[in-house]
């Protein structure tokens, strides 16, 4: 089973339709990609999507594509990005790190996604990342 695949059966048990990554070290568990900057949104239908700057695209598209990634060089900010995959999606509520995320971040993807519930993780993601 790959990790998009566990994190997709992750959600499913929860019963969630989306789950939000931005923290480094769950960047790197999710993608398999070491020191990649942006943020990546995966679907309880399976479909992960990798948001990077024009720094990465390139590699990420040689790295995480293979894993089931559609990676894409944003033009709005990452919280707009992960609305417009939200709407497109018909997520209604997403998982996010809140041992990752900051306090800054969160009231930005709190404001730019109304509407959607956003969910706290807790230890969710550290279960996964175990052996």
């Known amino acids: 089973m790959t990790r998009l695949e566990k994190i997709v059966a992750m959600l499913r048990q929860r019963k969630l339709d989306a789950m939000l990554i931005t923290g480094e070290e769950n960047l790197c568990y999710a993608t398999g990609f070491v020191g990649l900057e ?3 949104l995966v679907t309880a239908d399976g479909k992960g999507y990798c948001f990077t700057d024009s ?3 390139e ?3 040689k790295a995480i594509a293979p894993w089931g990634y559609q990676v894409i060089q944003p033009d709005v900010s ?7 995959i939200c709407k497109e999606q018909g997520v209604s509520n997403l998982l996010f790190e809140d041992q990752a995320m900051t306090v800054a971040s969160y009231a930005r993807y709190e404001a730019a996604l109304e509407g959607i519930k956003l969910v706290a993780a807790g ?7 175990e052996v």
Request: hydrophobic share 45%; charged share 20%; net charge negative.
């Open 78 to 84: 990452y919280p707009q990005c992960a609305l417009q």
């Open 123 to 129: 230890e969710a993601f550290s279960e996964l990342r």
């Open 59 to 61: 590699a990420a598209e």
């Open 55 to 57: 720094r990465y695209i």
């Open 38 to 40: 942006g943020m990546v």
